[in-house]
């Protein structure tokens, strides 16, 4: 165990000291709440329905104390939210044991401590509704100090911000900041909102293979591990989508997933290596229905999320009413570095590169090439919703050809405030294209790109059994979330954000 802070030192003597009175510092679980603080503010109406308050059981945590002698208010922060207690000693030490008030409510229960309070609800004096506590039962005693955090009228003025703390240690950041889990609450919300209107839609939820043999779907570095009782490598998912195709093959017409994918990649403020990504799949649809299925979702999402169209990203409002704007991507390029790279081989890219000052190496195709550009030159300029389309078929591995346009193929991606969002095809069916392009990307591998493909052949071989004509998306959930929430970083929509190990001892 690590070396113990003076206080922690002091709150394990009254651990003990509580044990020595007989009081069970962690008694069984089971307590009879029946209200909650939230409730118990928004419900309670004085005279008019005091009745209904005559019998409140509330558990929560200490959040701060007044000590007026004899009684004392505190304040209790349950899941919903705050509400202040009036504790007396004559209430909840009668008789005899008017001196456990001094011995346990006074000098034994902390801040931070998890309590149990019975009594009748009033409002005090100066307007606040109260809780007038008649029994009093300690629940879990708190053995680390909670970070002091200052408020003012009931609202934080001093939270805590120091990020190292607030994604090590989210389990204390949600108690001293619990206008944190909000954030969270609107994640949930954003999934159920999507989870009802694909299912609305008559779309079928699945779940595929995390670990895989080949991490196929992606252009990206997996995570390797080894399967003891096959004897064989295997790797976390970087992709859920050759998977969701192999059940159209089989028969399902419209699948989705909320796919938790690994990426033994870089990280910052849009990206960690453990993430959320929904992908679904639908066959005989292509991606220009692709496109009105998922500027309708987003701005339902925008609706439920904040009863408008309109969502407040910093300093922006977008506004998410559909439909959205559609440009090409050498369109987007063109506009934003003056260049046409639409004729350009892969040595006229390295050219454009080199005077933009993208850095290259000899592992980059065309299509990484094409994608550096438009990645540090155009991406960033899409504030608004918008549709990026009819992508070169090097960057496109898994995509169909366009109809119209040689060369092409018929992808797009949904950029808002300067950041994809959503990435979505009319998929690739043809086995031999297919594996034609597999191959390419392995040309790429023995060039030292470690984000190329590997080939799968079994996917192949599903193909080879005939795949209905299908598009498919992928949508950033974390990077959704960060968008309609307001949140700067990743980390601030992930519980647990990875990161560097500590020595805690």
Known sequence: MSQLSEQELIRREKLKALQELGID??????????????????????????????????????????????????VLQDGSGKIQAYIRRDDICPGEDKNLYDKVWKHLIDIGDIIGVKGFVFT???????????????????????????????????????????????????????????????RTKLVNTIREYLNGLGALEVDTPVLQSIPGGAAARPFATHHNALDVPFYMRIANELYLKRLIVGGFDWVYEFSRNFRNEGMDRTHNPEFTVLEWYTAYKDYYWMMEITENLMERIAIALHGTTVVQVGDKQLDFKAPYKRVTIYDAIK????????????????????????????????????????????????????????YPVEMSPLTKKHRDKPGLVE???????????????????????QRERFEDQVKLMERGDDEAMYIDYDFLRALEYG????????????RLCMLMTNQPSIQDVLFFPQMRPESIG
């Open 335 to 390: 506009e934003h570095t003056g260049f046409d790279v639409s004729e350009m081989d892969e040595d006229g890219l390295r050219e454009v590169c080199s005077k933009l000052g993208i850095h290259t190496d000899k592992s980059m195709g065309k299509g990484k090439l094409i994608d550096e550009i438009f990645g540090g030159k155009a991406e960033g300029k899409y504030i608004q919703p918008t549709f990026i389309i009819d």
């Open 124 to 186: 005090t004096k100066t307007g606040e509704t109260s809780i007038h506590v008649t029994e009093l039962t300690l629940l879990t005693k708190s053995l680390k100090p909670l970070p002091i955090v200052k408020e003012k009228e009931g609202e934080t003025f001093d939270a805590v911000t120091d990020p190292e703390f607030k994604y090590r240690q989210r389990y204390a950041d949600l108690i001293i900041n619990p206008q944190v889990k909000d954030t969270f609450v609107k």
């Open 411 to 433: 992808r797009f991606e949904l950029m808002a405030n300067g950041k994809e969002i959503a990435n979505a095809y009319s998929e690739l069916n043809d086995p031999i294209d």
């Open 25 to 74: 510092p962690y008694p069984a679980p089971l307590y009879p709440v029946n209200q909650t603080a939230v409730a118990i503010k928004r419900d309670y109406k004085g005279e008019e329905n005091k009745a209904d308050f005559a019998n409140v059981c509330l558990a929560g945590r200490v959040m701060s104390v007044r000590d007026m002698g004899k009684a004392s208010f505190a």
């Open 467 to 478: 795949m209905p004509p299908t598009s498919g998306i992928g949508i950033g959930i974390d």
